[in-house]
């Protein structure tokens, strides 16, 4: 159909042609000439982008849609602080890694401190909204990249293995190392490692199992490994050790992880030590007298009595806590209420309230063990943040690399959770604030690029989150307004004025 003469009269740009497309306010487009092209006799012109449309009798040039364009509000401040404590962590993926992969798996685990809980369908959309797209542009976290990139990386395992052997390496002489594991829900019908552990049948749930070896004086993951739900604590201890070459340190661990598991372990490592706590009904506690105590720790903050003996080519070691033993003895009755008394049964409790005996192949001071076994509280600390903070309750993943793939960002992101925390502590924020709130204050500043020109600017928020970005050294120390003295301020006198009479002006001087 031909376009009218008022249409194609209209003023618009030179070099350009309107063009009618469909129905709607939209039918006339205005299409830029870019030259022609020569076929047989005749030259055929060339039609290039669509620049603009004749709507209601004017021209309006295209514009950007608000859809393609970038997002000009970001998150700042909580990107900014993580990157800020774990830059390391990424000088340690490019050891290992390619530049890319290694940023992002960096960027991954980023997010996942940042935003908790999120699934990888969204991690692209909070890519854009936060400072992480500012810190690492051009990086593919779309579903099907992401889904794609996770079991790639867990098809790497060597690569996985090579990453936590560099930070076992780098643990400092004489740090204490705390090894233990934890559940996460897994129900998935795909891969292997899901399975019924002995806490799982009751929840009629199955599990995964995630092992980590936590260095208690830096405070912080040092290393983990994932095993099947139902693989027996005693089974992966072994594997553990040698697979991450955990060669150094002292080595906590509970019940569930027997040293008998890892004799070879420890016999080729001269530089592993043990430490690990026995039953309360283990014979050799009565065989060597281990309640009979014989010293008091002298430390200030702790009421506790010990006793240390050598057995064979190791030491025993037991401890006496009196606030313990109060609390067992008053958690024994509250349980016992209504039910028949057993005067041997309390007896023999009565005995074990409060009480708690080591093994070890460490001859050293019986306070230095109970401040290590005093401080391995932090390793559960590590796990509830794993669980409950950041959110990685469960995999979302099927197949194994893929458990793999996600399990080693999420250690990533353990790491820097840890780091987090530390900086938290340093600062003395924890003594007025919770981890959400601090987190929630940090995700309410925020920089915007005002005028579309790359150049953002930081969004004034309210006065308590400036005090804790300020703390955390996210924004520079503003000088404060000198402080406006109470009262009217003073006249200005002129000394050679001279001085008005005392009492009340006449009305009438005259």
């Not at 076929?39 to 290039?48: A, F, K, M, R």
């Not at 004017?58 to 859809?67: G, I, L, W, Y």
């Not at 705390?178 to 799982?200: C, H, M, P, Q």
């Not at 009196?322 to 005067?343: L, M, N, Q, S």
Request: glycine share 6%.
């Amino acid at each position: 159909m031909a376009i009218p003469e008022a249409v194609r009269k209209v003023e618009r740009p030179r070099n350009t042609i309107v063009v009618r497309r469909g129905n709607g306010p939209l039918m006339y487009a205005v299409v830029e000439r870019i030259g022609c092209r020569r076929i047989g006799d005749s030259n055929v012109p060339l039609n290039g982008y669509t620049v603009g449309h004749i709507i209601q009798g004017a021209f309006v040039p295209s514009s950007d849609a608000v859809s393609q364009r970038k997002t000009e509000l970001k998150d700042y401040a909580d990107a900014v602080l993580i990157d800020l404590v774990s830059r390391e962590l990424l000088e340690d993926l490019y050891a290992v890694y390619s530049a890319p992969d290694a940023m992002r798996i960096y960027a991954i685990a980023l997010l996942r401190v940042c935003y908790p809980g999120v699934p990888c369908c969204r991690l692209d959309h909070y890519y854009e909204t936060s400072w992480v797209s500012i810190l690492f542009p051009g990086i593919p976290l779309g579903r099907n990249s992401v889904s794609t990139f996770l079991q790639n990386l867990g098809k790497s395992y060597s690569l996985i293995v090579s990453f936590m052997r560099r930070r076992v390496d780098a643990i400092a002489p004489g740090h204490h190392i705390a090894i233990d594991g934890t559940l996460k829900e897994d129900n998935s019908s795909v891969n292997s490692l899901s399975g019924f552990s002995r806490k799982a049948r009751v929840k009629g749930t199955m599990d995964i199992t995630v092992v980590f070896a936590y260095d208690i004086d830096l405070r912080e993951p040092v290393c983990s490994k994932v095993f099947g739900g139902n693989v027996l604590d005693c089974v992966s201890y072994q594997r553990f050790l040698t697979e991450n070459g955990l060669t150094k340190g002292v080595v906590m661990a509970d019940k569930g992880f027997p040293k008998k598991e890892a004799q070879q372990a420890f016999a080729s490592s001269p530089g592993l030590h043990w430490l690990s706590p026995i039953k309360r009904n283990d014979k050799r506690i009565a065989a060597h007298g281990m309640y009979a105590f014989d010293g008091m720790l002298d430390d200030r903050n702790e009421d506790v009595l010990f006793k240390k003996e050598q057995v064979a080519d190791y030491w025993l070691y037991s401890f006496y806590d009196r606030k313990r033993a109060a609390k067992e003895e008053a958690d024994y009755f509250k349980h016992h209420k209504g039910k028949p008394f057993d005067a041997q049964d309390m007896q023999q409790k009565d005995e074990r309230f409060g009480t708690i005996v080591f093994e070890s192949d460490l001859d050293t001071d019986p306070l230095v063990i109970y401040k290590m076994y005093d401080e391995r509280w932090l390793i559960e600390e590590c796990f509830r943040y794993y669980k409950h903070v950041t959110d990685f309750d469960d995999t979302r993943v099927h197949s194994d690399v893929s458990v793999y793939g996600s399990e080693f960002i999420n250690f990533i992101s353990s790491v820097m959770t840890a780091r987090l925390i530390r900086k938290f502590d340093e600062t003395g924020l924890f003594s007025d604030m919770t981890y959400n709130d601090i987190m929630s204050r940090l995700a309410s500043a925020k920089k915007v690029n005002t005028n579309g020109d790359g150049q953002w600017e930081y969004v004034r928020t309210t006065r308590a989150t400036e005090e804790t970005l300020l703390r955390l050294g996210l924004l520079p120390k503003m000088e404060e307004p000198a402080k406006k003295k109470r009262g009217r301020p003073k006249k200005v006198v002129d000394p050679n004025a001279p001085k008005r009479k005392r009492g009340r002006p006449r009305k009438n001087p005259s």
